[in-house]
């Protein structure tokens, strides 16, 4: 017997879930502050509705009408057919995602308690303290691993007692707090020059690698190409329609990436000094010296909203990284007939092992690069701009055209399936694969 979900609000919440994560808080803002602001927000909305979401609506066709894990939904559809190469591009894909996500998750972790303890509340360069903080081997890795602990945790216990139960909690929980945090942010004296440095469209910065990045920003926040969306659509039931749920969860992950604006760049733009298109190191470096002030004579309301902040960042790496656990914990109990929970160890301690030398590739292992790239890098590069786009095209040209077209209506079974089909058929595949060549060619 598969498990099912529950309730149709865990469905959703499970899926958003899998979507809203560090992509949305940590990537979304800073790319979109890097690249043009709203020139990019519109770039990555047309890159959501033509390329992602296909994509993940394809997926949900495959999970549900196959259900079965990534790999073997494809032996179902079509037996015999090499389509399941796709499947295995997920599972890979799964394993590297995870090992990599969860170092930057275990950072999230390790600032949530350090923020909760109020040392990160003393004035110092911050810089320096997350530069040591990375290159300390003992620490990185205990990070990661107790992050991995956690989601490990929650998959182990199943579909409905685990992920649903689980998202069903934390979904609303960070809900809750973006809406606490957007409160006190747009109360900041700064809050007008974030929203203007948020919003206002800067096209001189379009350029054909602006373009890469919403595709890539677009099917990185979405969880799409790499199968793990089909496999919770595996678990959907029978009435659950397909497009207005990808619908619905596209929409919460937008609305999450631009409440993240909304929280960090007010906040930004009301410290004197300090610079908003810094790049990556824009959360960790860059934001603990702004909530140490960003209240001037309020302390108390600085400590709550810094500790609210890596918590948020935390629990939304949490509910993602349970997803990309679950695509590799479904393929490996399903196709070696093992208990769950042994499956699930499995896939941990293969990541911990993946995920320790991407930890390790910030101090100890910086000098080791594979295709001049040190490990993180490198899997980073091998899920963003290999697995998923090349996921993501198979997907769409599977469903569009050799999938029987009455399973895929009654898959569907709305009125947009004529639209979605040209979507599949032609747009997503053209549109990803011209930048995926672009992105291979740019190596
Ligand atoms: N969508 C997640 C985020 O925005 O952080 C990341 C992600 C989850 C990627 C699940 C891939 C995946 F399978």
């Not at 042994?342 to 690069?369: E, K, Q, Y």
Request: net charge neutral; proline share 4%.
């Amino acid at each position: 017997m598969r498990s099912n979900f529950g309730s149709r609000l865990g469905m959703v919440l499970a899926s958003a879930g899998s979507a809203v994560g560090l992509g949305n808080i940590w990537r979304f803002p800073t790319e979109a502050g890097r690249n043009g602001g709203a020139a990019f927000i519109l770039l990555y909305i047309a890159c959501v509705l033509l390329l992602a979401m296909p994509v993940m609506i394809g997926e949900f066709v495959i999970g549900r009408a196959s259900r079965a894990n990534t790999v073997d939904s494809y032996r179902v559809l079509a037996p015999g057919k090499p389509w399941v190469v796709t499947g295995f591009i997920g599972v890979i894909g799964g394993f590297l995602v995870l090992s990599y996500y969860s170092v930057v998750a275990g950072w999230t972790l390790d600032y949530t308690v350090v923020s909760f303890s109020a040392s990160l509340m003393k004035p110092m360069d911050y810089g320096e303290y997350f530069n040591s903080f990375i290159q300390n081997p003992s620490r990185q890795v205990l990070a990661m691993a107790a992050f991995m602990a956690v989601t490990h945790f929650v998959v182990a216990r199943g579909v409905e007692k685990g992920i649903e139960r689980f998202s069903k909690i934390l979904m609303p929980l960070l809900f809750a707090i973006i809406l606490l945090l957007m409160f006190f942010s747009l109360n900041m004296p700064g809050a007008v020059r974030g929203l203007e440095f948020l919003f206002k469209p800067d096209f001189s910065k379009v350029t054909i690698q602006v373009v890469l990045s919403a595709m890539g920003q677009a099917f990185f926040t979405l969880s799409v190409g790499i199968g793990c969306l089909a496999t919770y659509a595996s678990y959907f039931s029978d009435d659950t329609p397909l497009v207005r749920t990808a619908l619905n969860v596209c929409v919460i992950d937008s609305l999450v990436a631009i409440s993240a604006g909304l929280i960090i760049f007010p906040a930004v733009f009301s410290v004197d000094g300090v610079q908003a298109d810094v790049g990556p190191g824009l959360v960790f470096i860059t934001l603990p010296g702004v909530f140490n002030s960003a209240f001037g004579s309020y302390p108390l309301v600085n400590y709550i909203f810094s500790s609210l902040f890596y918590m948020l960042l935390f629990l939304a790496a949490l509910t993602s990284s349970i997803s990309m656990h679950e695509i590799c914990t479904a393929y490996i109990s399903e196709t070696f007939h093992t208990e769950r929970p042994v499956a699930a160890r499995i896939v941990t301690a293969i990541c911990l092992a993946m995920g320790s030398v991407c930890s390790l590739s910030f101090g100890i292992l910086s000098s080791v690069h594979v295709m001049g790239m040190g490990f993180f890098d490198l899997f980073d590069y091998l899920v963003a701009k290999f697995c998923m786009p090349l996921g993501g095209m198979l997907i769409c040209t599977f469903v569009g055209w050799d999938l029987k077209h009455s399973t895929v209506r009654e898959q569907l079974n709305s009125r947009i399936t004529p639209l979605l089909m040209f979507l599949f058929r032609w747009v997503a595949p053209i549109g990803i694969g011209t930048v995926f060549v672009y992105e291979l060619m740019d190596k």
